[in-house]
């Protein structure tokens, strides 16, 4: 079955504690993504990769960071998480056969952070 | 400016069909417009996609109209589960913009289905 998955699906942590949530596709996608989801707005963007070892930032980069090392892997990275990164984390892939490329997204993951 | 305007809420009696309409007066020649769903904190999903014809896939039907300013996305059966704030957005097609066009989500209309 083609997915994207993520792990912790819900993670409590303290200011400072550096963690990581992993993403990973089975659907040899080249690109990838970060999304926070926070009430009242919306989607954002905090990073992307179009494919290995090249990744950029989206629209809410501050305070996180993200490796490509493998095409199939995509880990969001929080050296130094504080309470205004708590939120609703997806990571997504793209992709598809001719122009109309599909975007796909993982269940989620639930950040407190303390 | 979004790209997007689609209402705020809708309701819809469970077993009849769910017309969710999306007004997109701006959308280019090389746009594509796509629906998805999000059922309560869980990821996106799919629906379907089209440019200018209309689309039907297991789950929706696409009408866009002849003139590409606005789009319905049909349920044709609604239930329960389809309970969802859903998303319409417009985007270049690879074709023209090779993973260059974000997809970018409006509020979305919160459709409920009703028992």
């Known amino acids: 079955e083609a997915q994207v998955t993520q792990n912790p699906r819900y993670l409590i942590t303290v200011t400072g504690k550096k963690l990581t949530v992993t993403c990973s596709q089975n659907?040899?996608?080249?690109?990838m993504s970060w999304y926070r989801q926070d009430p009242g707005l919306g989607l954002r963007q905090i990073y992307y990769?179009?494919?290995?070892?090249?990744?950029d930032k989206g629209d809410v980069p501050e305070g996180y960071k993200v490796s490509r090392k493998e095409k199939r892997n995509f880990p969001l990275i929080l050296e130094s998480p504080s309470p205004n990164q708590t939120s609703l984390y997806f990571c997504?892939?793209?992709?598809?056969?001719?122009?109309?490329?599909?975007?796909?997204f993982g269940p989620g993951t639930r950040l407190l952070v303390l | 400016d979004a790209k997007t305007t689609q209402p705020t809420s809708m309701d819809c009696a469970e077993g009849r069909a769910a017309n969710l309409p999306c007004n997109h007066s701006?959308?280019?020649?090389?746009?594509?417009v796509y629906w998805y769903r999000q059922i309560h904190s869980q990821g996106p999903q799919y629906i379907i996609h089209g440019l200018k014809n209309n689309e039907t896939n297991e789950m929706a039907s696409l009408i866009i109209t002849e003139d590409r300013k606005s789009s319905t996305l049909i349920l044709p059966h609604a239930t329960l589960r389809d309970t969802a704030v859903y998303y319409c957005?417009?985007?270049?097609?690879?074709?023209?913009?090779?993973?260059?066009?974000?997809?970018?989500f409006g509020p979305g209309t919160r459709l409920s289905v009703l028992p």
């Open positions: 701006t959308i280019s020649g090389n746009e594509y």
């Open positions: 957005i417009v985007r270049v097609a690879r074709c023209w913009d090779n993973y260059g066009q974000n997809f970018v």
């Open positions: 997504a892939s793209r992709g598809g056969q001719g122009c109309g490329e599909t975007q796909y």
């Open positions: 990769s179009m494919n290995v070892e090249v990744t």
């Open positions: 659907m040899n996608h080249e690109y």
